[in-house]
């Protein structure tokens, strides 16, 4: 039988989950040849390609199915490292998060940090961006997550943020076709970049509109969208599949990009916090 090295799983892993050999390399600790040399060993062990060759390192058909195997593999790996080696890593850790991520990855990130490090106890607190950005700044959370307007230059470490396109999220398609006027709009209180670009983007085109229903709650505004109240905007990664959404209609400007970024004190992190930290930058890589 042919045994896989889980360092080959791992490195490749990574190189997926990042999107880029450099950014594995930092990550794991190799550079760049190295972790190219590590993928050559990997297809000349299996005798197969992985990654169709290219700038935006897609996978192929095998790369597919390795990839998701290497994931089950290593989870197990970690847990039979953590449980037998008696790594018995325990704190709390204060998270905040915007209310649309609470829903779009955050469970499936804690629930694989429980089931590797079940002593690590996260408390969330979820609001919006602008809130959860001012508790952060007065020490309320050893880790946030906040949705921002995309910077003109962003110097953060490429694993702490992504950049996701914003989409007009409605019901009927009367809303988005100039039927409407003023549109109606259901957002998040003032301080929301939701909002905030719903507003610049329709005045730009001198477009009436009005706010018909507001709600801190993401489940309150699908609700309201699904009852035919008005239209949103979100990120299209937390649009739920029962709805409707576009990026622009002839009524409908585009609304462009925000970013989605991790805030963290990299001094005052402790062991918990950094386990914590991890899972999220892989949560924030593969929503």
């Not at 804690?110 to 961006?129: F, G, H, K, T």
């Not at 996701?164 to 809303?175: A, G, H, T």
């Not at 998040?188 to 509109?209: I, K, N, T």
């Not at 970013?259 to 992190?269: F, P, V």
Request: hydrophobic share 40%.
């Amino acid at each position: 039988m042919t045994n896989i090295p889980t360092d080959l799983l791992r490195t490749f892993v990574t190189i997926k989950d990042l999107g880029g050999f450099t950014s594995a390399g930092e990550l794991l600790g190799r550079s760049q040849p190295a972790i190219s040399l590590q993928v050559k060993k990997l297809e000349e062990l299996l005798n197969t390609k992985i990654f169709l060759r290219g700038s935006s390192l897609e996978l192929t058909e095998d790369g597919e199915y390795l990839y998701e195997a290497a994931r089950r593999i290593l989870e197990v790996n970690d847990q039979i490292i953590a449980k037998v080696r008696g790594d018995n890593i325990s704190g709390k850790v204060r998270l905040g998060i915007p209310n649309d991520f609470e829903l779009a990855f955050l469970p499936k990130a804690l629930r694989n940090l429980a089931r590797i490090y079940p002593n690590i106890i996260v408390e969330v607190d979820c609001e919006i961006s602008k809130v959860i950005l001012q508790r952060y700044q007065k020490g309320h959370y050893d880790i946030a997550l906040a949705m921002e307007h995309v910077k003109e230059v962003e110097d953060r470490d490429a694993r702490d943020y992504r950049l996701e396109s914003l989409e007009w999220v409605y019901k009927d398609s009367r809303l988005i076709n100039g039927y409407e006027d003023p549109i109606p709009l259901i957002a998040y209180p003032q301080g929301c970049v939701y909002r905030s670009l719903m507003e610049e983007a329709l005045q730009s085109q001198q477009h009436p509109f009005r706010f018909m229903y507001t709600s801190t709650s993401l489940l309150g505004i699908f609700s309201a969208v699904e009852e035919g109240l008005g239209l949103t905007a979100l990120a299209r990664s937390v649009i739920p599949e029962y709805l409707k959404h576009t990026a622009s209609s002839k009524s409908l400007p585009e609304l462009g990009k925000v970013c989605i970024g991790l805030y963290y004190k990299e001094r005052e992190l402790n062991v918990a916090s950094r386990h914590v930290l991890d899972f999220l930058r892989s949560g924030i890589a593969n929503i």
